[in-house]
C-alpha cells in the first residue's frame, strides 16, 4: 500500500432494495496480476468494457442520493442500458470524516448500447 493506491469499493447490493445487514461490499486495492489469493485475501478481476463515470464529491450521506441520479436522471436519457457487471467506485480522496467532510470519488457505472426491440 503507498500513497498512489487508490482504494476500489464493489458494492453487490441496492441498498434502498436490500437492509443494511445484507448489503455485500468488497474493498479492494489493486495488485499486480501474478498475484493469487489465500485463504483470508482473494483476488478478483474487474471486468472490462464501457462504463458511464461520474466523478462524486460529497459526503456519505449524499452519496445514495448520486447513485439515485445516476439510475433514475441519467441512465434513462442515455442511450445506454445496464450491463450485467457490477459497479465500482474508485476513491480519489477520503477524509477523515466521510460524513462530515467531502470525499471524492469516481463512480463506474457498467453500460452497453440500449437495445431496442
Avoid at 441496492?14 to 493469487?36: L, N, Q, W
Avoid at 445516476?70 to 476513491?91: A, H, K, N, T, V
Avoid at 480522496?93 to 431496442?116: F, H, S, T
Wanted: with cysteine.
Amino acid at each position: 500500500w503507498t500513497a498512489e493506491t487508490l482504494p476500489i469499493g464493489i458494492s453487490l447490493d441496492d441498498p434502498g432494495i436490500t437492509s443494511a445487514d445484507k448489503c455485500r461490499y468488497y474493498v479492494c486495492i489493486p495488485v499486480p496480476e501474478e498475484m493469487s489469493g489465500d485463504q483470508c485475501v482473494g483476488v478478483l478481476d474487474i471486468a472490462g468494457g464501457k462504463y458511464a463515470v461520474y466523478r462524486f464529491e460529497g459526503t456519505q450521506s449524499e452519496l445514495q442520493a448520486a447513485y439515485h441520479g445516476l439510475y433514475s436522471e441519467w441512465l434513462p436519457d442515455s442511450g445506454f442500458q445496464l450491463s450485467d457487471r457490477p459497479c465500482y467506485e474508485i476513491c480519489r480522496y477520503a477524509p477523515a470524516d466521510p460524513v462530515k467532510e467531502n470525499m471524492i470519488m469516481d463512480i463506474y457505472l457498467p453500460v452497453e448500447p440500449l437495445q431496442m426491440w
